[in-house]
T-cell receptor, first 115, second 115 residues
Framework: NAGVMQNPRHLVRRRGQEARLRCSPM?????VYWYRQLPEEGLKFMVY????????ESGMPKERFSAEFPKEGPSILRIQQVVRGDSAAYFC?????????????FGDGTRLSIL | AQKITQTQPGMFVQEKEAVTLDCTYD???????LFWYKQPSSGEMIFLIY??????QNATEGRYSLNFQKARKSANLVISASQLGDSAMYFC????????????FGQGTRLTINP
């Protein structure tokens, strides 16, 4: 399967723990986007990365959230000291290059549940 | 800023009928793309169809077509000959040609196909 790979599919954490979500983009795609989806809502942009660079993090909460896309390996979305309100589905998407005509291809998402 | 509005929270249609899902948008970008995604109950995001702002022809992909009316800023999705497997959430999204070119999503429409 050459699609966008996200893991884990489901993640359960207790309040105060750390959550790490991983995303491997499609082969040949160097642009990675993270989105968050609350129940019964559309996806909301969080952060846009290229290899080793954060390009736009305007949708990221100012505290506890961080993202990276290292030269080697998957992109990581990290949430420190999780709270109940972090419970959501987190989607990663990739595209081969920029352009308003480029669809973003999504992974299956990570469902994060905070106990 | 970009905005997508989907005014139909839920739609109920008989199998084999055609259905139109509404989407209106607002943007100041000269060039932009409009996308429809399907999210079944299993949660993944499936890309359905794309329409470019400068495309003169309405996009079609199998049973999906996009009724693009630029002057009205609308991009409605038409599904012909609906099937039970079409039951899902449907999201309209747009991507501009400026900045991060992130996808901006509407709130979605839950489509239920009745046998």
């Amino acid at each position: 399967n050459a699609g966008v790979m996200q893991n884990p599919r489901h993640l359960v954490r207790r309040r105060g723990q750390e959550a790490r979500l991983r995303c491997s983009p499609m082969k040949g795609h160097s642009h990675v986007y993270w989105y968050r989806q609350l129940p019964e809502e559309g996806l909301k942009f969080m952060v846009y990365l290229q290899k080793e660079n954060i390009i736009d993090e305007s949708g990221m909460p100012k505290e506890r959230f961080s993202a990276e896309f290292p030269k080697e390996g998957p992109s990581i979305l990290r949430i420190q000291q999780v709270v109940r309100g972090d419970s959501a589905a987190y989607f990663c998407a990739s595209s081969p290059h920029q352009g308003a005509d480029q669809p973003q291809h999504f992974g299956d998402g990570t469902r994060l549940s905070i106990l | 800023a970009q905005k997508i509005t989907q005014t139909q929270p839920g739609m109920f249609v008989q199998e084999k009928e055609a259905v139109t899902l509404d989407c209106t948008y607002d943007t100041s970008d000269q060039s932009y793309g409009l996308f429809w995604y399907k999210q079944p109950s299993s949660g993944e995001m499936i890309f359905l169809i794309y329409q470019g702002s400068y495309d003169e022809q309405n996009a079609t992909e199998g049973r999906y077509s996009l009724n693009f009316q630029k002057a009205r800023k609308s991009a409605n999705l038409v599904i012909s000959a609906s099937q039970l497997g079409d039951s899902a959430m449907y999201f309209c999204a747009m991507r501009g040609d400026q900045g991060a070119q992130k996808l901006v999503f509407g709130q979605g429409t839950r489509l239920t196909i009745n046998p």
